[in-house]
Structure formats: C-alpha cells, structure tokens
C-alpha cells in the first residue's frame, strides 16, 4: 500500500509531498519546496519517526516554490532530482525568472538533475509504483504522478481551477487538453493532490472540465 503525507511550504504555500509503500518504506519526496529550516524539521522528523527511506526526489516541474528544498535533500539523504527533459531550461533560468516575474532575488542551491522521466515511465517505491503522466500546459515539461488511489497533479490541477501558463513556456491551451485528454479521463474516485491548495477528487473536478 502506498500513502502520502502533504507538507506546506515557503511563503507560496506550496505543497511538498512525502510518499511512501507501507511495506518497505522506501520513500518518494516530491516537489521539495520546503524553504525554511523549520519546514525542513518538519519533513526530516516526520521521515525519522515512520522510519521511512528516502529513494527518489520526484518534480512535477521547475518552477522555483517547487524546488527550494532540492539542496537540501541532496544534503541530508543523498538524493538528486528527477524531472521531464523539457523541464531542464526552466530549472536553469528559476533565478532569472524570480527576478523578471516576481522582482524577488533567489540564489537557489540546485543540485545536478539525476535523470530525466518519461511519459509513461514507472517509479517504483518498494512493492508499489508511480506512474508518469506527462502533462504540459503549465511548465513544457509539467507531468504528474499516479498511484493506485491518487494522483499528484502539481500545477496543473488544482481544487476547481489549474495552475497558471503565463509563466515562460506555458500554454493554457495545451493545459486545458493535458487535464481534459489525461487528467479528468482517470478513475472518478482518484484524490487529486495539487501543487497548491486542498486536495480534491477526480469525480469532483469533471464538473468543471466536461
């Protein structure tokens, strides 16, 4: 069986997801916007205490909320990212573009990315898996991830809403498909888990979509 634990980080309230197979705790940490050192406790403790095993840093994309907490993972359990191929220019240019969209100045402690992921792909955690679902639309190189009773979606769905495509590479028209074509057409029972804000269900998000 394999469950989740969300986290809320940084000053854009981004969530950060720790999922893990019950079985032999080999653990996933997806999306590692934890920015404060509080924020970081908070994980590690967590982590410590269920006595997990972290074994893959998994994004949804690069935006920078998303990826504060990547060095920091490469620190403290030798991990290094894992992202879609066209999610490596965003990644390189998340200091530019905190400066030219946001008027925020960042230095961003950005480990190598380890491999890319592929559409399709299977990232196995112990007994169970995750699978990649390549969704653009929001980031050229946004997916998500499924797993047997949820999906993380990052910014590409959120509850009632989707993620912006107004930031270098989105694409709101291909968003709109990406939820529509991959996202809505899953089982209605799935929970969908958003890059921010409440989580939601598949059955209750086709209400806006069809």
Known sequence: MIKYRRFVCNPLEE???????????????VDCGAFTNGEKNDIASFIEEEHL?????????????HLFGLG???????IRPMC???EQKNYDMQEI????????????DRPGILRYI?????????????TVIHTPGHSPGGVCYLADTFLLSGDTLFAGSCGRADLPGGNMQNEIRSIKERLITLREDITVLPGHGPETTIAREKRYWI
Not at 53 to 65: I, K, N, R, S, V
Not at 72 to 78: C, D, M, Q
Not at 97 to 108: H, N, R
């Open 15 to 29: 969530n950060t997801y720790v999922v893990w197979d019950e079985a032999s705790r080999e653990t996933a940490i």
């Open 53 to 65: 095993h972290p074994t893959l840093a998994l994004q949804t994309h690069m935006h920078f909320d």
């Open 72 to 78: 920091w993972l490469k620190k403290k359990y030798g």
């Open 84 to 86: 879609h191929e066209l």
């Open 97 to 108: 573009m905190a400066s030219d969209m946001f008027g925020v100045k960042l230095t961003l």
């Open 118 to 130: 592929k559409d399709g792909e299977k990232m196995r955690l112990g007994e169970s898996e995750l």
